[in-house]
């Protein structure tokens, strides 16, 4: 069976919100096959400890594909210590111009608390506006609730968790199941 031919794998709601002086991300457990829940508790972020620094990666997509991606970008803060905006451009460069890097099918979401950054396999690196960086089957969800709410009182962590249950209500690609991670800017 090709992969064009493959069900469609659906469910993934990551967010990211930076607010206060504190980046988290958030990401939802479920991974759906088709209409079929596969999984309701997968971890979809995932801290690395590279090139002296702290990040926290969310990953929405292919798992594979995305642990695939994770290797690549570890080996590249390695190759640019503290360096995140430019290791997550090079991994870029690469993800659009190799061949078998072009055939993945994953985005990602990015910080090491100063910066937050989504990856795209067409080459992008974007630092999303209004502090907020939401990919994944609700990730628009997720992203509409989070920006209605970064005026208001509550801090970067509630704001993250408010957001993904509003898209677990609205997405059937999404659960409540949450793996929360955080990190101090600067």
Same mark, same amino acid.
């Given at each position: 069976?090709?992969?064009?031919?493959?069900?469609?794998?659906? #469910?993934?709601?990551?967010?990211? =919100?930076? +607010?206060?002086?504190? %980046?988290?991300?958030?990401?939802? @457990?479920?991974?759906?096959?088709?209409?079929?829940?596969? +999984? #309701?508790?997968?971890?979809?972020?995932?801290?690395?400890?590279? #090139? @002296?620094? /702290? %990040?926290?990666?969310?990953?929405?997509?292919?798992?594979?594909?995305?642990?695939?991606?994770?290797?690549?970008?570890?080996?590249?803060?390695?190759?640019?210590?503290?360096?995140?905006?430019?290791?997550?451009? &090079?991994?870029?460069? /690469?993800? *659009?111009? /190799? +061949?078998?890097?072009?055939?993945? &099918?994953?985005?990602?979401? =990015?910080?090491? $608390?100063?910066?937050?950054?989504?990856?795209?396999?067409? $080459? /992008? =690196?974007?630092?999303?506006?209004?502090?907020?960086?939401?990919?994944?089957?609700?990730?628009?969800?997720?992203?509409?609730?989070?920006?209605?709410?970064?005026? @208001?009182?509550?801090?970067?962590?509630?704001?993250?968790? *408010?957001?993904?249950?509003?898209?677990?209500?609205?997405? %059937?690609?999404?659960?409540?199941?949450?793996?929360? &991670?955080?990190?101090?800017?600067?």
């Amino acid at each position: 069976m090709s992969h064009s031919d493959f069900p469609g794998w659906h #469910g993934t709601t990551i967010i990211g =919100v930076k +607010k206060d002086g504190k %980046v988290v991300l958030a990401g939802d @457990g479920q991974v759906s096959l088709g209409q079929t829940v596969i +999984k #309701g508790s997968a971890r979809k972020l995932r801290r690395l400890h590279s #090139g @002296g620094m /702290d %990040v926290v990666v969310g990953f929405a997509g292919s798992t594979a594909d995305a642990f695939t991606l994770l290797e690549r970008l570890e080996a590249k803060l390695d190759s640019h210590p503290g360096q995140l905006p430019r290791a997550a451009v &090079e991994l870029a460069k /690469d993800w *659009r111009t /190799d +061949k078998y890097l072009q055939k993945l &099918e994953a985005m990602l979401i =990015v910080t090491d $608390g100063d910066h937050l950054l989504i990856l795209t396999g067409a $080459g /992008d =690196v974007l630092e999303p506006e209004h502090n907020i960086a939401a990919i994944g089957s609700g990730g628009n969800y997720a992203l509409a609730a989070a920006r209605a709410m970064m005026d @208001g009182p509550q801090d970067a962590e509630t704001i993250a968790r *408010r957001a993904m249950a509003i898209a677990a209500d609205i997405c %059937v690609y999404t659960n409540g199941n949450l793996t929360v &991670e955080a990190l101090p800017q600067g």
